[in-house]
């Protein structure tokens, strides 16, 4: 486990304006620059300078200007279910005053993802990839956050991987630096119900790294352009090794679903995060609206709740958009294309972010999850607050 390394040198709220002002340099080649490293990858640029037209130099040139400007340009998105890990959102709403200890809480099952404060029903959000055949012991860890009195209710929603789209350029004016909403052709686009794109629920949650893929893994969900050399020094193993392992088990086994590209397409301080649950009739709903979205660019990413017609998307949206997007989202209701929603607004200066906890992986044996420990440790909190509190 590492924690983003973004978050450990400076607050979520300035690497937010940070990248919000990377917006300011993207002119046209930059936009085809960045859309061909999701595309094709990140590290290869050399394909990213064919495929663009461009000259080698100058998209080597213009990714080291834009990461000594603006820092890690692209980060990976595993695919959680090859680790045999299964992921978890998880809502909570904190009794008053024990917030603080609600979020270590939180932490103390070191399977997190994400933990952030929220608003609008509960105080709390997290993503969590749990060990497959340990769900219901991490079920069984959140009843006990609320039998020992630190929270009110506890929602746990097991979720598919995170489906990322890149950005919809398209409709980016680069002169202006201005963005077109097109919220009445996106509602069309779901109503058409023509999407041929699906989403579906993981087939399988076998493990198929070793230690060292993970430990890989962990660099590349910091910095997908992690430098190999120092990456093998920090391992002890050969750059030769390194490039292998990447090139033949990590990206051969499809350990990477793909390459998220850090953009802020908003100044954040004029916009609202939102985590939705979108629920659908059937599957064709559902799909239509997933299909859709890579269109919507709003929409940062989605997943599929396991076993249900239900989407959880996340929203990244100017505060003077905010209400065309809520009033899209009724209009689909209206129209019988989304059976219900619900939503909390994501806090995003509380944000604490950590990669996968490979220390608590061992070869041959397999993710360790052990519930008692985990209950002790609640108990050392709740003990904690209850002192705190007097």
């Not at 450990?8 to 046209?28: F, H, N, P, T, W």
């Not at 198929?208 to 969900?221: G, N, P, Q």
């Not at 352009?225 to 002890?236: L, N, Q, T, V, Y």
Request: net charge neutral; aromatic share 10%; with cysteine.
């Amino acid at each position: 486990m590492r924690c983003a390394e973004p978050i450990d040198r400076i607050s979520v709220e300035k690497c937010y304006q940070l990248l919000g002002k990377l917006m300011y340099a993207l002119d046209d080649n930059n936009i085809r620059i960045l859309r061909l490293m999701h595309e094709l990858g990140p590290r290869n640029l050399l394909a990213v300078a064919r495929a663009s037209g461009l000259p080698p130099t100058s998209v080597y040139d213009r990714a080291r200007k834009l990461e000594e400007q603006f820092g890690i340009l692209s980060i990976a998105n595993l695919d959680h279910a090859k680790l045999g890990l299964r992921k978890c959102i998880t809502l909570v709403e904190s009794n008053p005053g024990l917030e603080d200890f609600v979020s270590e809480a939180l932490a103390i099952p070191n399977y997190w993802k994400t933990i952030t404060r929220c608003e609008g029903g509960f105080t709390h959000y997290a993503l969590h990839a749990i060990p497959e055949g340990h769900d219901r012991e991490f079920e069984k860890y959140m009843a006990a956050t609320q039998e020992r009195g630190l929270v009110r209710k506890c929602q746990t929603v097991w979720v598919s991987d995170y489906h990322y789209a890149f950005p919809n350029f398209r409709l980016y004016d680069p002169v202006n630096r201005t963005w077109a909403f097109e919220w009445d052709k996106w509602f069309d686009l779901v109503k058409k119900k023509d999407h041929s794109k699906a989403i579906a629920d993981p087939s399988d949650y076998s493990v198929e790294a070793d230690k060292s893929d993970l430990l890989i893994l962990t660099e590349l969900e910091l910095n997908a352009r992690a430098k190999f050399s120092e990456i093998s020094d920090a391992m002890g193993i050969t750059l030769q090794a390194v490039k292998y392992r990447y090139d033949k088990r990590i990206l051969g086994r499809g350990l990477i679903r793909d390459f998220v590209i850090n953009l802020a397409v908003h100044p954040p301080e004029l916009a609202d995060v939102y985590e939705i649950l979108l629920s659908f009739e059937d599957r064709e709903g559902m799909n239509s609206f997933f299909g859709a979205s890579e269109e919507m660019f709003p929409i940062l990413r989605a997943v599929k709740v396991l076993g249900e017609t239900k989407l959880g998307i996340r929203t990244f949206c100017p505060r003077n958009e905010t209400g065309e997007l809520f009033g899209m989202l009724s209009k689909l209701a209206r129209s019988a294309l989304v059976s219900d929603y619900s939503a909390v607004r994501i806090r995003s200066e509380t944000q604490a972010r950590q990669t996968v906890s490979a220390e608590l992986f061992e070869d041959k044996v397999g993710w360790k999850y052990i519930l008692g420990r985990h209950l002790a440790t609640l108990d050392s909190v709740v003990e904690h607050a209850k002192v705190s509190s007097r």
